[in-house]
């Protein structure tokens, strides 16, 4: 069982910047690929980027290319997403996860079913 915690979410104005936090409470992150997602009012969850196992390798959504950035320190059990020029599109409920998978292809990681841990989400609101 691995639980994981999400912080950093709040409000910021469009064009703004925000790092998300996501801490694991066992000491084997290296052995999960990590994935963000996100999830706005009436609508699906959604991929929004995600880190092999040894995070050699990250993967996006089209909509964040450019703008945000995972990365992960397995020696501190956290994995992080920094959002930089933020848009009001942005604004939904963040929410990390980890798969127990050696998987690298970007088609197989941001499918929602490959990951068993989910984190509670942080919230995320970028104003226009």
């Known amino acids: 069982q691995v639980q994981l915690v999400e912080s950093g979410g709040g409000l910021v104005q469009a064009g703004g910047s925000l790092r998300l936090s996501c801490a694991a409470s066992?000491?084997?992150?290296?052995?999960?690929?990590m994935g963000w997602f996100r999830q706005a009012p009436g609508k699906e969850r959604e991929f929004v980027a995600a880190?092999?196992?040894?995070?050699?390798?990250?993967y996006y959504a089209d909509s964040v290319r450019g703008r945000f950035t995972i990365s992960r320190d397995n020696a501190k059990n956290t994995v992080y997403l920094q959002m930089n020029i933020l848009k009001p599109e942005d604004t939904a409920v963040y929410y990390c996860?980890?798969?127990?998978?050696?998987?690298?292809?970007?088609?197989?990681?941001?499918?929602?079913?490959?990951?068993?841990?989910w984190g509670q989400g942080t919230q995320v609101t970028v104003s226009s």
């Open positions: 996860a980890a798969a127990p998978t050696y998987q690298t292809t970007g088609s197989y990681l941001q499918q929602t079913s490959v990951y068993n841990y």
């Open positions: 066992r000491r084997t992150l290296s052995t999960y690929a």
């Open positions: 880190s092999s196992m040894s995070g050699g390798v990250t």
